[in-house]
């Protein structure tokens, strides 16, 4: 058997935006360093995403010592990466967990609510913020930032290469939004780890990932399409979910780098 190893390694800093793709990458305790950090939620404080607000996929981030922000139409914004001392605050919900969060501010607020045309803005996850994983199933010393409800979610290259031989139109990764890609494996083979290690850090696998209507968003259009849940459906459905690619909840912290061996300890 081959080597597993790591082939892609992302982060999403504001949820539901587009992705970026690292060579290696900061393990902290809610996950990968500046994922999911940010999100835009409604005047309620509701997390908005792509199931509802599938433009938000066009909203391009970059990462520098600050958080820069552009999308079709709109002029290019630049914010701190951390709002200033007199930010408001605010509590926010995403799937039922309610969490601290800061506001981002008005140019923001105003920036978002034009793009996405209804009212909105981004708000971060201070330090400070408890959000447990798996809505506290595991309980409250495993934190998760904005992320849906585990820190980490992992796709094998042979998954996604097994699902696009069974479309007219192939797919690419990024509608599956991993934080981690492997390859040197057969597709699926990720459904029965229960723990792995990759470098330094090693890995529980808890549970499978349910998926909801992002990935028939195409990514670079912003266009909400059919596929490819339909094929997914028509072998990956039990007890009414569609499941494709793992959760996984870091036992520590440390550095992850691209083609690292990845090693099945479960």
């Known amino acids: 058997m081959a080597n597993i190893t790591l082939s892609g390694l992302h982060i999403y800093p504001i949820k539901s935006a587009a992705g970026i793709a690292l060579s290696e990458a900061e393990v902290s305790d809610r996950g990968l360093k500046h994922d999911r950090r940010w999100m835009v939620v409604d005047p309620k404080g509701k997390f908005m995403t792509q199931r509802k607000h599938p433009r938000m996929a066009l909203i391009r981030v970059g990462l520098t010592t600050q958080l ?87 796709i094998s290259e042979a998954s996604l290469a097994d699902l696009n031989q069974r479309l007219s139109e192939p797919v690419p990764m990024n509608r599956f939004r991993p934080n981690l890609v492997v390859t040197g494996c057969e597709a699926f083979a990720e459904d029965g780890w229960k ?67 990845m090693i099945i300890l479960d």
């Open 68 to 154: 820069e922000l552009s999308a079709p139409g709109m002029a290019d914004l630049a914010l701190p990466l951390e709002p200033g001392t007199e930010a408001t605050a605010l509590e926010v919900e995403v799937w039922g967990d309610r969490c601290q969060a800061l506001s981002m501010g008005a140019a923001a607020q105003t920036w978002f609510s034009s793009f996405l045309e209804t009212p909105c803005q981004l708000v971060y996850m201070p330090d400070q913020s408890q959000r447990p994983t798996a809505h506290g199933q595991l309980g409250d010393d495993k934190l998760v930032s904005f992320a849906d409800a585990y820190p980490f979610l992992l």
């Open 195 to 261: 723990q792995i290690k990759i470098g330094e850090i090693t890995f529980d696998l808890p549970k499978r990932c349910d998926r909801c209507s992002v990935p028939g968003v195409d990514q670079n259009s912003g266009i909400q399409n059919k596929e490819p849940l339909l094929t997914l459906a028509k072998f990956r459905l039990e007890k009414g979910k569609i499941w494709f690619g793992q959760n996984l909840i870091h036992q520590n912290s440390g550095q992850l780098h691209l083609n690292t061996e």
